[in-house]
């Protein structure tokens, strides 16, 4: 078989040619996200024209389709269009976003995705129009916002936590919330509604599955951290025990109900006796007021009171949720698509009318400081929620959300549930879990005095592991 | 000898295989009913209990909201032109390349080449699909038509399919006569193998029509503006995150698969054909 | 040219040869062409980045085997695999047995109005599911659906049976069904015909020999027609177990993989984890490792086949 040979190597280079041509022509250029966002920002314009796609959802959007005819009438030559309908958002608008086409000129994002969509530098600069806000917005969010100084994305709604409570609970088993100062009170508290009530009460809601808000709710209040200033994994820290040992605290004594958040009997406890309190954000006022109309039964009397701290003069506040709004930078359209950005959420008139549409709660400082948060809500017994929720709301801690806070998030889920449904075990629970989100998210480890201290440290330390 | 059976006990069993075979077959038809059922019923209408097995009155509403609201004719034209574009493309790479791997079995590497190309149906789609759409993002292909009819216009299975017919129905002797005349290669193609391939042109170009003309995966990916989206894409974004008008999908429904039923049901053989022939290759 | 006088060597008559049949390289080129930019490129890539950590829009950076690592722990893949197993024996088996059913009613020499039957069968095929499996949304809807009117209808004739209305698509496991019932409705078609053609490959002879020696129907079918059906059984079941794990369209339309992740299988969690969080490097070692595993499984059926047909 002597053409067997030359057969073989003939065909084999002209494929090997052919294959390298079509790697050569389309190696791909990991950094040319970066060199987009270099040229691309807002060029306000004095009187900007044109047709403004916003993509949102739920409520949120309802309230900005309320709001478009106000703006429209700020500037006649602006169109926008909120659409909301079509299913898979978050995919199509990934999809635009890496294609570069097809994105809309203002798209809402949850606040804790953003450090990972202004990561993908897909979006627009907005610093040379949007810096002269970050004072009125509360520390926390703006930064979660910002990316090596600029502003990619401007927070909208926050969502400052309290607890949700039964009025008429509380006054059968003689509770007074104005007692409860410290998550010690409150667990005590839960203990006597449980006894009295013979078995029959809970005080809240809290399932094996969904410790995770409990806990990002309680690191807050104690300046404890995911992630440090730069990046690296803080988690195993004594603010992170302390959290958790909260939460074992509430577990051990009995007071939790061990139902999973959104899920038919969590709903179905906001009308019957099982639970007597929720501890959560604002916005879940909203989801309280429809769902007691939909079930029958008697309706519970409603309350609100702050949030516990940890310890006695500690901080009462922390923030679950909240959106922001960004223009990606393939908008077509920025100084329209910013005036409307800016008139939603920069000003008293765009935040308070969406307040008092839909409920949102305004992260524009100086709209919680107007007296439409004083306002008694007759469905709170005639109680100022807003101004409550409002309270303290620039000390709300920050929490580095960097672009791997979803995938690290969903390991500390993980980890969280199997800590409950595995008997609690806590020692090392930290360590493993850096160890874990270290290995998966190839991020280094802070070393434990870093996290420890929240201070930043000079880099290339070692990591130090806890001596045994 | 026949086992006994009576002729009434024959066709008292056939009698009843065939109503429950009609049955069954009603009950695999009641979809399609309701599909064309609801597309003429307003919203409340689709969602009364007991369901109306008749609109009661039929409204065309649903037709107009779907004009007038999303770009139904423009996502028709899509259509037509991205599945009308891979069918043409699909089956002139794929005859192509038939007739070539049929009619020169005296080329060098000619079975190799041919197991080469078997071979590549192993590979499963879900491997390429992100490479793939980086390729699309590369060439500027995406939201355009040539991402969508490019891509497996070439597939193994037709060449293949191809290859089979023209070798078993197009004699040697013709295509023999027709060089010594002077035509060329290219000529022989087309005025000879072409003509004699045309009942397999045809099943091969109604299993790519329907899978062109269904595809939602790669068209929901790949398809980013309203303008250039196919109707399956269209009819699956009007599921909305609060409210679903189902009165425009189920309209929008029909008109996206009514132009395949009836392609089906005028060239039934030649895509039962085509189904058959992917069998017997294994 | 002119022949040359010196004798030539094996390379240069490969080199005629391969110039003298240029048209075949020609016309088989496209293929090649589109294969290497859509298949080999695509492949080959893929495998690469099954060791790196990226989102498609921002820098690369390798994991090395950190990705492998993630698939251990991952929750969400060992669900998907258990909804497709479960969804796979949830419809292929009714499947395959009614396709055969309706392939041997439509065999029969008997019956009238075969092309209807056909027709009726096959024409799930070749909707769009898009459309389908809305419409099937409908159906199952547990408040207005028809399927759960009939079943409360039934119920009222009889009561004995307890029939309840079935919550199809708000249901962990009954998602799962609503999902198996839409498939088996689209495929039994396509199997039907496969079976057909099976069928009748199966010389007439064997049966009138049999019927000679006094075998009834039950006879006939166990010893003639289900061993000799066997390849096709075979290729048909291969076929719903390919569909079963990469089945994208009737889940993503229907149930979109919910409630919560009871009805995704291994195609819808690849395509979210690839389009929807963009992990393209996770996505791309999920989707090499199942690929292996079918490929391996694949072959350890075939190779079982052929002994066994060896040996009959």
New interface residues.
Partial sequence: MNNRKPNGLVSGLIIGCVIASVFWLLRTSPHSGAAESQTNFVVPAAHPEGKVTVWSWNIAAKSLQHLAPQFERTQPAVKVDVDMTGARMQTRLMLSLAAGVGAPDVSQFELTDAPRYIATGKLTDLTSVAERYRSRFPASLWDNCTRNGRVYAIPWDIGPCGVFYKRDLFQRYGIDPAKIETWDDYIAAGKTIFQRSGGRTKMLPLGSNSLRPMFEMLIQQNGGQVFDDQGRIAINSPQARQALAVIQKMRAAGICSDIALWSQEFLAGLNDESIATYPIAVWFAGTIKDTVKDFAGKKADWGVFRLPAITPGGLHVANLGGSVLVIPAQCRNKAAAWAFVEYALCTNAGQLEQYKSMSLFPAYLPALETPVLDEPDPFFGGQKTGRLFATDVTKISRLNRTPAWGEAIRYLDQELSRWAAGGMQSDGFFENLALKMHRRLDLPIAPPAVAANLAPQSPGEPIRRRPQ | ???QRTPLQRTIG?TC??IV??L???I??F??Y??FV?AFKTQAQ??????DWLPHPATVRNFVDLYRETDLPRALLNSVVISGGHVLLSLF?CS??G???AK?P?????SK?FAF?LG?M?????????????????LHW??TYWAMI?????G?FG?FWMRQYIGANVPDDLIHAARIDGCG??GI?WRIVLPIAKPALAALGIMQL?SS??N??WAF?VL??RDMLT???V?????????TP?GM??A???L??LP??L???LF?KQ??SG??AG??K? | MSAPVLPRTPRQRLRSEMWRHRHFYLFISPFFLLFAVFGLYPLLFSLYLSFVKWDGMTAMQWVGWANFLSMLDDEILRRAVENTLLIGMLYVPPMLILAFLFAQALNAQWLKLRALYRAAFFLPCVTPMAVIAVVFGLIFSAEKGVLNFVLLQLNRALPFLHLQPIPWLTNESWSKVAVAILVIWRWTGYNMILMLAGLQGIPADYYEAAMVDGANGFQRMRHITLPLMRPTFRFCGLLSLLGTIYMFDEIFVLTSGGPGTSSTNVGLYLFNISFNDFRFGYASCVGYTIATFVFIGTLILQRRNRREEGSV
């Avoid at chain 2, 005296?106 to 000619?110: D, E, L, R």
């Fill in positions: 000898m026949r086992p056939r295989l065939t075979l009609s069954l077959a009603l695999f038809l979809p399609f309701w599909l609801s689709i969602f009364t209990v007991p369901p790479l192509l390349a007739y070539a791997f020169f005296q080329a060098p590497g000619h080449l190309v590549t192993m590979i499963p789609g879900a491997v390429t699909l992100i490479p793939t759409f980086l390729v699309m993002v590369k995406i939201n490019i891509p497996g216009a070439a193994a060449i290669e290219f193609y329907i003309w269904n939602l995966m990916i980013r503006t109707l399956p894409v009819i699956y974004l009007l599921q909305g995150e609060m409210r189902y999908l189920m929008g429904g029909l996206t698969a395949l039923v392609a089906f049901l039934q895509f039962i189904i058959t069998a017997i294994q």
